[in-house]
């Protein structure tokens, strides 16, 4: 089958400057979790060659130093486009902004993304961000802004774009996306409020993004839930075998049900065949808290297998019949099935954008 691949992403480290409530990983400068050098360069040696992007994240990937711009000419240098989260907390005048960034522009990095919202404004000063996205547009490199949104935030879109001043055209995308109860926003955030922007429904992540993680797994998509056994592809890959692994993964119907589906359209046929409880659509902020549930919910997860064992067939039709039709694509799937899957309001504009 013919699922494009179409990014590859590393986690670089679970640590971070930054301890933010929302944090899905858990990051803080007390987290140890990071990928050996090395091995970061020689996967990238070894990512098939029809993946279009490579994202370097974290955690806080700039805490790699000067090996974040090995990286980069590493993935150029197979003519990969590449991509850098960051929160910017480095950012705190412009000539420091430029020492640490005119060497991942002048080694070709691709884009740019900042994550900032309400959550990281505890650790990092807008005028970070303001002074990060000005060095990045005078390197002449693409730049975003991702933000996470409760009902209880105050920072929107309109907001941060305004706030930026005349450097706000400058950016691209600024995208909002609704807080999850994953990591520790579990604990944290447990009273928020969700937004009317969650999603639910056929997830464009999974075998599309594999991720390497800070603890050394291959994952099959983001990774936002990384310490989740099911998602887990292979735990210490050689490097070489990541072609090989990402292809046969390809196969997998827990993989393929997500795929097509989404985890909360698997909590409801398991849910409707066993007669168990799961929470209520307004209740989940969004796919990446769906699939923790799927697989952290007893009544559920007891009945995972059988259920897959039962719709393996049904997913691998599916599949051929869209690859026949070249509808194979995230696009296409979310399309089809997204309305019957969707918690609230339309599908998100910048699910696209979610695995920078």
Not at 80 to 100: M, N
Not at 307 to 320: A, P
Request: aromatic share 8%.
């Amino acid at each position: 089958m013919a699922i494009p691949v179409s990014s590859f992403a590393f986690h670089l480290t679970y640590t971070c400057p930054l301890a933010c409530a929302h944090c899905c990983f858990n990051s803080s400068p007390q987290v140890a979790d990071r990928l050996d050098p090395a091995f970061v360069l020689e996967a990238i040696a070894h990512i098939p060659e029809d993946v279009t992007l490579v994202a370097f994240t974290g955690g806080e990937p700039f805490l790699h130093g000067r090996n974040l711009v090995r990286y980069v000419e590493a993935a150029k240098s197979r003519s990969f486009k590449t991509r850098i989260v960051t929160s910017g907390y480095f950012a705190t005048s412009e000539r420091a902004a430029r020492l640490r960034f005119q060497p991942l522009a002048d080694a070709g990095l691709d884009e740019l993304s900042i994550s900032w919202d309400d959550y990281h404004e505890e650790f990092v000063a807008f005028d970070c961000v303001r002074t990060l996205v000005q060095t990045a547009r005078e390197a002449g490199v693409y730049t975003a802004i991702s933000s996470v949104q409760s009902v209880e935030t105050l920072w929107t879109a309109e907001r941060i774009r305004s706030a930026l001043g005349d450097v706000g055209s400058e950016v691209e995308i600024i995208s909002e996306s609704g807080l999850n109860l994953t990591g520790r926003a579990e604990t944290d955030l447990k009273d928020a409020t969700f937004v009317s922007n969650g999603y639910l429904g056929p997830c464009p992540y999974v075998l599309t993004g594999p991720t390497m993680s800070a603890k050394n797994k291959l994952l099959a998509c983001c990774g936002v839930i990384p310490d989740t056994r099911r998602l887990t592809i292979r735990e210490a890959p050689d490097p070489e075998e990541i072609p090989e692994l990402i292809e046969a993964s390809l196969r997998n119907p827990l993989f393929t049900g997500l795929f097509l589906r989404g985890p909360y359209s698997l909590m409801v046929e398991i849910a409707r065949k066993h007669n168990v409880t799961i929470p209520p659509r307004d209740k989940v902020g969004g796919n990446c808290e769906a699939c923790k549930l799927l697989f952290e919910t007893p009544t559920i997860e007891d009945h995972l297998d059988a259920y897959l064992k039962d719709m393996s067939i049904t997913f691998l039709n599916e599949m051929l019949l869209l690859e026949s039709l070249e509808l194979l694509t995230p696009k296409h799937v979310m399309g089809l099935w997204g309305n019957s899957s969707a918690t609230r309001t339309d599908l998100c504009r910048h699910e696209a954008g979610h695995a920078i």
